[in-house]
């Protein structure tokens, strides 16, 4: 049985983009490397974790990992039934996650017009 926090990975897109999986952004911590050579014991101590963020697809979310992918690749070449790639993706221990946001698809931006670069 799936529990509410979990994602259904068994679902396969089945159209241009893959709507089966929510847009998400993750805010994660992970390991800060020192510094090479002599370090104060004091500054070794102090060290704080990485706050890292990621915006995917996210297409695993069980007890033990969260999957996200960045990026999704339809070959014009292809079958669309038989391609189904992405890439850009990392996984997280579950453990290591602080915070899930699923995003939505501004509806202003549905035609095709993304508005203008920001200074």
């Avoid at 060290?47 to 890292?52: E, G, M, R, S, V």
């Avoid at 007890?63 to 038989?82: A, F, H, N, Y």
């Amino acid at each position: 049985m799936q529990s509410s926090n979990e994602t259904d990975t068994t679902k396969s897109p089945s159209s241009k983009y893959p709507y089966c999986w929510p847009m998400v952004r993750i805010t994660w911590m992970d390991a800060m490397d020192g510094e090479t050579g002599w370090v104060n014991l004091g500054k070794m101590r102090d060290a704080k974790l990485a706050t890292c963020v990621d915006i995917g697809w996210m297409i695993r979310n069980d007890e033990e990992r969260v999957t996200i992918m960045g990026s999704w690749c339809l070959d014009p070449q292809e079958d669309e039934e038989k391609d189904k790639e992405g890439g850009r993706y990392i996984t997280i221990p579950k453990g290591w996650v602080k915070n899930i946001e699923y995003l939505m698809i501004d509806s202003m931006y549905a035609d095709g017009d993304y508005g203008q670069v920001r200074d």
